[in-house]
């Protein structure tokens, strides 16, 4: 008989099981709902702007070399906006209440203090066309669409 070596009394190692992925610890909880709720986010706010692009991307191919016609498209672009957003309420609006109530939907008074007579281009279409610079007038709108509040 061999005499018992200290060895020989060494029991075998036990590996402990192998870290299981499942289930994640709330740090990972935590990224997968914030990842989640930024995506809906951004998707839910690029639907909401949509209307907003369109009607940029319209005023755009507005052509500005005549005044009349130009002035006609924006207003009747101007209108759409605002039924689209604001509903019948605006529908029967013109001349001074129209400014009054674009104005109102920002927090600079655009219109009513340089395109006065943008109001009366539509009814007077001769004498109003010729005192409104349209690119102005396009960038006013293109401000308006762009800031206004619902």
Same mark, same amino acid.
């Given at each position: 008989?061999?005499?018992? +070596?200290?060895? &020989?009394?060494?029991? &075998? @190692?036990?590996?402990?099981?192998?870290? +299981?992925?499942?289930? $994640?610890a709330w740090p990972w909880w935590a990224l997968i709902? +914030?990842?989640?709720?930024?995506?809906? $986010? @951004?998707?839910?706010?690029h639907k909401k702007n949509k209307w907003r692009r369109q009607a940029l991307a319209e005023l755009k191919n507005i052509a500005t070399n005549d005044e009349l016609s130009c002035i006609q498209q924006c207003n009747r672009l101007l209108k759409q906006?605002?039924?689209y957003r604001y509903g019948q309420s605006c529908a029967s609006l013109s001349?001074?209440?129209?400014?009054?109530f674009l104005d109102s939907k920002i927090k600079v008074a655009i219109f009513t203090e340089s395109f006065n007579s943008f109001a009366f281009a539509i009814d007077q279409p001769r004498e109003a066309s010729t005192s409104i610079d349209v690119i102005?007038?396009?960038?006013?709108?293109?401000?308006?669409?762009?800031?206004?509040s619902c």
């Open positions: 008989m061999n005499p018992a +070596s200290p060895l &020989d009394q060494l029991k &075998d @190692i036990h590996l402990p099981e192998a870290v +299981s992925i499942w289930p $994640f709902i +914030s990842t989640l709720a930024l995506i809906t $986010f @951004i998707v839910l706010r906006v605002a039924l001349g001074e209440k129209w400014l009054e102005q007038l396009k960038k006013a709108i293109e401000n308006w669409i762009r800031k206004h």
